[in-house]
């Protein structure tokens, strides 16, 4: 910079001095050459200042300040995680390296909790196998599934598997849980039913076989114990005959459960049917069959073959369990209210109307905590008496999945002392004229 400034002010020394010595030597006379002189002065004196002019160096520009919001953030995988973890149909668990719950997807949090996150597995699942288990896949074992029969209501199955390394922030374990309450429950309900059914077969033929042994030998020149026993075993027979009757029919109905029935049902003709093939056992014990009036049984969306057994089953029903000289009252109600049908339909959606059929016995009425059983196969309140009767035990279990399959419902009314009342509601097509 110094050497630059020392350069100019000689260079300026030199015009001057030349410009004064120019003024010396001419006169007054010359002014003319002294004008020109004084401008070639001044350009040297401006090609002098031009160049020893430095132009200044420009400094980089400063680099404009971006938000932190707009910096590039660090990756977090957890939260794709846990959404891609909630649209799973099973409980998930994820644990960090502390068996704290990382992540919940929503099945586990409906099931365990909501606010289940960064607690203990302990204090969510007090299952010591299961952390037994833990333990044998932090020594690099692979445990068996773990099956936990109690949690919540439900028979769960646990399945783990640890997280990779790389995987840290989102967890350590990850803990499947397999939902198996349905097929225990099958698996429950297939056991009894074998039961059963060998219960319910076995006892006539014991009977059978019994009476036949002793024909062939001590009563076997006996004609009046050979045609009581006869008579017996007939019986024990008819009654094994309803038994397989009445699975077969069960076994086609759950078949064909989840179909909806074709054709259509006449209420009034099928009722008489019904009414006309119990007026003998009804008569032989006084009692008197009641039915509505035929103007209010409508027709209905249904298999006709299925709605029979319905009607039959319930009729015969209340005339074994009504007392004699009683009365056993059959009637019927249609339904418009929107606020009635979504009461008693389980599918009420785009129903105009249904129809209520009821069949009320004068009999012994039945406790309540009978009554949720009642359409179980094989459930009975009185087992001897129901087999005195000549019941199977299945046929409220076929009155309920027939009524299932029509898109209706049973309901079951008792009060002890005074009765019971088995009513079942049938969707219509659309609302009778006289209804609406």
């Not at 020394?13 to 002294?34: C, H, I, K, N, Q």
């Not at 009461?343 to 105009?352: A, D, E, N």
């Not at 000549?390 to 046929?395: A, F, K, M, S, Y």
Request: glycine letters at 6%; a neutral charge.
């Amino acid at each position: 910079m110094r050497k630059g400034f020392a350069t100019l002010f000689r260079d300026l020394a030199v015009v001057v001095v030349a410009l004064a010595a120019l003024v010396g030597f001419t006169g007054r006379s010359d002014w003319p050459l002294l004008v020109v002189a004084v401008a070639a002065a001044l350009s040297a004196l401006g090609f002098v200042v031009l160049r020893h002019h430095e132009p200044q160096e420009q400094k980089p520009a400063a680099p404009a300040l971006v938000p932190e919001s707009a910096l590039p953030q660090p990756v977090s995988l957890r939260e794709p995680t846990r959404a891609l973890l909630d649209a799973l149909p099973d409980p998930v668990l994820v644990l960090d390296s502390q068996r704290r719950i990382a992540i919940a997807n929503l099945a586990a949090r409906d099931l365990l909790g909501a606010d289940i996150e960064a607690t203990s597995l302990l204090a969510v699942l007090r299952q010591p196998a299961l952390l037994t288990a833990l333990d044998a896949l932090a020594r690099g074992e692979t445990p068996e599934p773990l099956e936990m029969p109690d949690i919540a209501g439900h028979s769960l199955i646990a399945e783990m598997q640890p997280i990779d390394p790389s995987g840290a922030e989102i967890g350590r374990t990850l803990i499947v849980f397999h939902d198996v309450s349905n097929l225990r429950r099958a698996e429950s309900l297939r056991s009894d039913f074998v039961a059963n059914v060998s219960h319910e077969l076995k006892t006539p033929l014991a009977t059978l076989i019994g009476f036949l042994e002793t024909l062939k030998g001590p009563a076997r020149n006996d004609e009046q114990a050979r045609s009581r026993f006869l008579d017996i075993m007939l019986t024990e027979a008819q009654r094994m005959s309803r038994i397989v009757a009445d699975l077969l029919s069960l076994s086609r109905i759950e078949l064909n459960e989840y179909q909806p029935p074709e054709g259509e049902a006449d209420l009034k003709r099928l009722l008489a049917s019904v009414v006309d093939g119990l007026t003998l056992k009804a008569e032989a014990r006084g009692i008197v069959i009641r039915t509505p009036d035929p103007s209010r049984l409508p027709r209905v969306p249904g298999d006709a073959d299925e709605l029979t057994q319905v009607v039959q089953n319930l009729v015969d029903n209340a005339l074994k369990y009504c007392r004699d000289q009683a009365v056993v009252t059959v009637s019927a109600e249609i339904i418009t209210d929107p606020a009635l049908l979504r009461l008693h339909l389980p599918h009420p959606k785009g129903v105009k109307a249904a129809v209520a059929l009821s069949v009320n016995d004068q009999g012994p009425g039945i406790a309540r905590e009978h009554i949720p059983r009642l359409t179980e196969r094989f459930y009975r309140v009185d087992t001897a008496r129901s087999r005195d009767l000549g019941g199977t035990g299945l046929g409220l279990a076929i009155v309920k999945h027939i009524v299932n399959r029509h898109r209706g419902k049973l309901e079951i009314q008792s009060v002890l002392g005074q009765g019971s009342t088995f009513t079942i509601y049938l969707p219509m097509d659309s609302a009778p004229a006289k209804a609406a």
